[in-house]
């Protein structure tokens, strides 16, 4: 159990410093720290992904900076995504996942290699792409149980007109409720064929999460957020690495 403790602080921490991309290592954490079967990690990161970027959500609900109309434009569609990449999930081998999740993996290694390069000034809201990137993004995160918030912050900004000051929090709630449709069919899928969640370690991961966030967020302030995004880069090339080699090969 102590190994969920330290995987959820882990995932937590990586929240708060870089805001996004954390959630990437709930499930290699479930699978190499927790031994649980891919298939299950992966159904079982959908909630954990969900409950801690609900209770990161609260925060900015109070504050308003969420967008409640990019809240629904987006997550409407995103959950819908979800559902459909969840239900694709239940039907293929967990190593086609998985090896969509080790690409997903390098493609957010590079964006963090690259640092934050989302424009600032946001653009002008693009319904239809907006609509469009909300499935898109909703059926990776069902697939590969992610929450895709280093997909979903860009689409906000560019594709919905979003200020970034309220990107990252509509980006969470977003994630919160696309990952609760998400878990749900898998839940129900995985139910019908007599398999059994830990709701104790999920717990536990949630718990350490919104803990490890804190944390994150002080670390941020002490330490050169651009240096730690080069090595939260390297550790998930690494992962990715082991991944591949552990569960793909």
């Known amino acids: 159990m102590i190994h969920a403790i330290l995987g959820a602080l882990l995932i937590g921490v990586s929240l708060g410093v870089f805001g996004s991309g954390g959630s990437i290592l709930t499930v290699p954490v479930l699978m190499y720290l927790v031994d649980m079967p891919a298939s299950m990690a992966i159904a079982s990161s959908l909630l954990i992904v969900a409950g801690i970027s609900l209770f990161g959500?609260?925060?900015?609900?109070?504050?308003?900076?969420?967008?409640w109309p990019h809240v629904l434009l987006f997550g409407i569609p995103g959950m819908a995504g979800t559902y459909g990449g969840a239900w694709l999930g239940t039907l293929v081998d967990s190593v086609v996942q998985l090896s969509v999740f080790v690409v997903l993996m390098v493609v957010a290694a590079v964006m963090m290699w690259r640092g934050n390069q989302t424009p600032q000034l946001q653009g002008k809201m693009n319904r239809t792409k907006v609509v469009l990137d909300g499935l898109v993004v909703g059926l990776i995160t069902g697939f590969v149980g992610v929450g895709g918030g280093?997909?979903?912050?860009?689409?906000?900004?560019?594709?919905?007109?979003?200020?970034?000051?309220?990107a990252v929090g509509t980006s969470l709630l977003i994630i919160a409720l696309k990952s609760f449709v998400g878990f749900a069919k898998y839940y129900e899928v995985l139910t019908m064929q007599h398999q059994s969640f830990d709701w104790l370690v999920i717990s536990i991961m949630i718990a350490g999460g919104v803990a490890g966030s804190f944390l994150g967020v002080w670390i941020g302030h002490l330490l050169p957020k651009e240096k730690l995004q080069?090595?939260?880069?390297?550790?998930?090339?690494?992962?990715?690495?082991?991944v591949l080699?552990?569960?793909v090969l």
Do not use: D, W, Y
């Open 230 to 242: 080069k090595s939260f880069s390297v550790f998930l090339v690494l992962m990715a690495s082991l």
């Open 245 to 247: 080699t552990q569960s």
């Open 57 to 67: 959500s609260i925060p900015n609900i109070r504050n308003k900076k969420v967008s």
């Open 150 to 166: 280093f997909l979903i912050v860009p689409a906000l900004v560019l594709l919905g007109g979003v200020p970034m000051a309220m």
